[in-house]
């Protein structure tokens, strides 16, 4: 895949937001991000037609705009949708079969540990998402922050594969993380909760252009 699509990667369900997700997903489309993730999960996600509607104008809103729409975790949707690719953790499906499934589309694995990213190179992932980082209140069973040591131990070892780092990220961290060897940022709550959501979009780009500037 092109490590570049990894650069501002927005994720997002109805649950990391306060009002409406779909201006938020428009305005983080109109400034800047270069990926998205639906990720309907946790307590006050959506269920039944709501969820499959809602997954369905993410991504019209995605296709008006050119970016690659990607789903969390639900293959069966992934696949009605022809989604353009699918993002999968260490407890949910397994990526193997994940990538049986789809064997064209984009392949994202979330790893923690040198040997879980093994196997998601061996079981065919195109990306991996190294997190958290810093502290996340997006995700209620994220591990403990662990910094950047495994993200620049993983990108040292393999540096051909794409890596995004994930979780507590805001624009200012930008440079850092890919001085450490990732290609892009995913973010969530940094996003969907600002009071002023393109801006804060620009902001990440901004500092992704900061970085490769100075290469
Ligand atoms: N996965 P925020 S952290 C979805 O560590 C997700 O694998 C993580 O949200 C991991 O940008 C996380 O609001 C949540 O911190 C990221």
Known sequence: MNKQLLETYF???????VGDPLFVLEAALQNGITLFQWR????????????????KDCQT???RYDIPFIVNDDVELAIRLNADGIHVGQDDVDAKKVREQLPHKILGVSVHTQDELQRAIQDGADYVGIGPIFSTQSKKDAKKPAGTTFLTEAAQSIPTLPIVAIGG???EHVYDLRQA???GVSIISAISKAENPGEVTQAFRKENERFLQQL
């Open 11 to 17: 994720i997002m369900g109805s649950q990391d937001v």
């Open 169 to 171: 990220i805001q624009p």
């Open 61 to 63: 809103l995605c296709k």
């Open 40 to 55: 309907e999960k946790g307590e006050q996600c959506l269920t039944g037609d709501a969820y499959v509607q809602f997954t």
């Open 181 to 183: 060897g990732a290609d």
